[in-house]
């Protein structure tokens, strides 16, 4: 059955996307364009009426801190006065508090019945299915009949009902909004100068910049030329500048046709990026992927090349692998750390360490580390060291069983006679 499921929706949300089992997991994942055109959706159609009917699901996972009855109690009757945004969350202003608030997280998806909110859709149901969806978390009818649901099928999403929602978690952590922020080029240069860790993780990094998921941070590095695993503070000014403008304009683009991807445009690595190892290239260049910030990365080795001390570095750096868990909240651990473990191999010339009974090194912090970094931002935080034994040693464990048996060889055995 959930087979046949993952097959249907891949079919109704029309996007190829699903045949890559490297985006397996993030695939359905919404991003900043993606809850744009959700808000811009209830904007246009929901403002300035009274929510007569609230059914609140009865699922204590996504519906956070409060209970269905409570819910429905504190918000019938009210007015929707505007729909707000930051990053990728999303909150309904009533004509008084508290006002309910989503994030997303993996198939969070807004429905308007009648109304086309998206054409990309992670959660997709179908007009004839059962209204509101069995998948619905949030509904409310309005007082001209409209009816408006927030689905989410995987239930990684979160909805609360909060006084002010810009003062609390997770909006209150968020940095600038990557549309309605934006950074001056300036400010943008002086804040990566600042940051040791590689630029994939900190543009996913919601504290630095909000709004920008996997796709759209493989998207501006490709287009502004810079390998996923440069370190910011290493940028230079061009580079800055270069980048700066690719995330103005691939959000922007993004935003502008509602977040159809069949409208992005066709040099954009989106398109292709989907594709097998090895049968993936953007306009006749291969694309490779590796592992940046915990997460899948797509990127075009001829194009995006790593410079200065990061170069050295590029050797060390294993192939992605197919398919990445989400983490607790439903999210590729946007927020985590990528942490690359590798066996430290000898020099030319010199001998492998490690002799009779030596232990592996435990893990150590590298130059990389960035203090400044939150929540443990920084790609190269940690790694592991694993000293190779001496050439010819045995084990220590089983010399020892050796050592054992050969001291014990001619003794005779208690409690017997000779």
């Known amino acids: 059955k959930k087979k046949k ?13 699903d045949q890559n089992p490297n985006f397996a997991d993030e695939k359905n994942m919404p991003e900043l364009p993606e809850v744009e055109a959700a808000r811009r ?3 246009e159609n929901c403002l300035g009426k009274k929510i007569k009917r609230v059914i ?87 007082d001209d009949g409209l009816e408006l649901s927030f689905t989410d099928k995987r239930r990684f999403a979160k909805v609360r009902l909060l006084a ?19 950074m001056t080029v300036e400010e943008f240069a002086e804040n990566l100068a600042k940051k040791k860790i590689t630029i994939k993780p900190l543009l996913l990094d919601q504290g ?40 103005k304009e691939v959000i922007e683009k993004a935003v502008e046709v509602d977040a159809d991807s069949s409208q992005f445009p066709s040099n954009w690595i989106f398109h292709d990026r989907e594709k097998k190892p090895g049968k993936a290239f953007v306009d006749g260049k291969k694309i490779d992927f590796i592992t940046a910030g915990g997460r899948t990365t797509a990127y075009v080795p001829e194009l995006q090349k790593l410079s200065g001390k990061d170069a050295e570095k590029a050797a060390k750096v294993r192939p992605a692998k197919r398919g990445v868990k989400p983490n607790k909240d439903g999210e590729e651990d946007e927020q985590g750390s990528e942490k690359e473990d590798e066996s430290a191999k000898p020099k030319k010339g010199q001998k492998p360490r490690g002799g009779r009974g030596k232990k592996p090194a435990s893990k150590r912090k590298t130059e ?10 920084d790609s190269e935080g940690e790694e592991k060291v694993v000293k190779p034994r001496g050439r010819g040693t045995k084990p220590a464990i089983k010399r020892k069983s050796e050592e054992k048996a050969t001291s014990q060889a001619g003794k005779k055995p208690k409690g017997r006679k000779s």
């Not at 490709?222 to 270069?242: D, G, M, V």
């Not at 990389?368 to 931002?377: I, L, M, T, V, Y």
């Open 5 to 17: 499921r993952s097959n249907k929706s891949a079919r109704i949300g029309g996007n190829r996307r």
């Open 208 to 247: 630095f910049i909000s709004g920008i998921g996997n796709w759209i941070a493989d998207e501006v590095l490709y287009q502004a030329r810079i390998h996923p695993l440069q370190s910011a503070s290493s940028l230079s000014k061009e580079q800055c500048e270069a980048l700066h403008t690719s995330i």
């Open 41 to 43: 959706a209830i904007e």
């Open 368 to 377: 990389d580390s960035d203090d400044d970094a939150d929540d443990g931002e």
């Open 164 to 182: 002010n929602p810009t003062s609390v978690s997770p909006i209150s952590e968020l940095g600038p909004d990557a549309l309605l922020e934006p």
């Open 56 to 142: 609140i699901a009865d699922d204590n996972k996504v519906i956070h801190g409060i209970s269905p009855s409570d819910f429905q109690i504190s918000i019938l009757g009210k007015t929707i006065v505007s729909a707000r945004r930051k990053g990728k969350n999303l909150w309904l202003e009533l004509d008084s508090p508290p006002f309910p608030s989503f994030q997303f997280g993996m198939a969070g998806a807004i429905y308007i019945k009648g109304v086309a909110v998206t054409k990309y859709k992670r959660s997709a149901v179908k007009d004839s299915e059962e209204w509101p969806s069995k998948y619905s978390k949030f509904f409310v009818e309005l």
